[in-house]
């Protein structure tokens, strides 16, 4: 009995993280379309051209990786990725992240905020394929669990850490969206966990995205919190440390 109840749970999932994984896919879509649609608009503006184009490049490479998770469930679930750090823009990372979203912002006539305080090293070692992943996760789900006219803020600044050659990183996003309830949030991080109350509203969601969060910043050394109320929103407080390129390797 307990082995046909635990594969029905383990159909039961999988059939409704196949079901709902549209707002996964359809965010970086959206922003593939949006700014396909303004290339064309604006094919006789090089400069915009090649803005649209580089902001489509983002939107690609993260459909590409979520895909790639998609299609390997027993690597979500287990939790069994490889990071492959390089130099990266932390700055160029941020933006990227809020052009993918600012399609559905527009859509939902949203405030949306992204300040970046001065970063002494905005250039640092990370997989940026991993924190691209966690971010637009992060701020995406913001936006989708925030009503039409709300406000979705995105912090990110560089803080003092002791350790040579290593910076900290601290980036905030912050909604005052629908919030969750007290007594779900130490569920956040379980694989298809999901506000019984979001259903009931018709808000897709695999249930798989905030588990993946935790597993990437837990394998980057980071920190991850969350606070939330019912009916005043989320803030999410992501904290990294993470290997400075020093100016000789910026070339």
């Known amino acids: 009995k307990e082995a046909y109840r635990a594969m029905e749970e383990a159909n039961k999932a999988k059939s409704l993280f196949l079901s709902s994984m549209s707002h996964d896919i359809r965010t970086p879509m959206n ?72 399609p559905t912002v527009q859509e939902k006539e949203q405030k949306f905020v992204l300040e970046i305080q001065e970063m002494k090293n905005a250039c640092v070692y990370v997989d940026p394929v991993r924190l691209r992943q966690v971010l637009i996760n992060l701020v995406s789900n913001a936006v989708k669990y925030t009503p039409e ?66 597993n990437l910043v837990t394998q980057m050394s980071g920190q991850i919190q969350v606070e939330s109320r019912l009916g005043e929103g989320t803030t999410f407080t992501l904290v990294l440390p993470l290997e400075a390129v020093r100016s000789q390797e910026m070339e």
Do not use: W
């Open 31 to 102: 922003g593939i379309i949006g700014m396909t649609q303004i290339a064309m608009k604006y094919r006789d503006d090089p400069d915009k051209v090649q803005d649209c184009l580089e902001k489509i490049d983002e939107s690609s490479k993260h459909l590409l990786g979520l895909i790639n998770e998609v299609l390997d469930m027993s690597k979500i679930e287990s939790g069994n990725t490889e990071l492959h750090n390089e130099k990266t823009d932390l700055i160029k990372i941020l933006e990227g992240v809020a052009d993918m979203c600012r």
């Open 149 to 214: 006219k709300g406000c979705v803020e995105v912090f990110a600044q560089q803080v003092e850490c002791t350790r040579k050659g290593i910076g900290t990183y601290r980036i905030v996003v912050k909604d005052n969206g629908i919030g969750m309830s007290e007594e779900f949030l130490p569920q956040l991080f379980e694989p298809y966990a999901r506000e019984t109350r979001f259903a009931a509203q018709k808000i897709a969601g695999t249930g798989l995205g905030m588990p993946i969060v935790k």
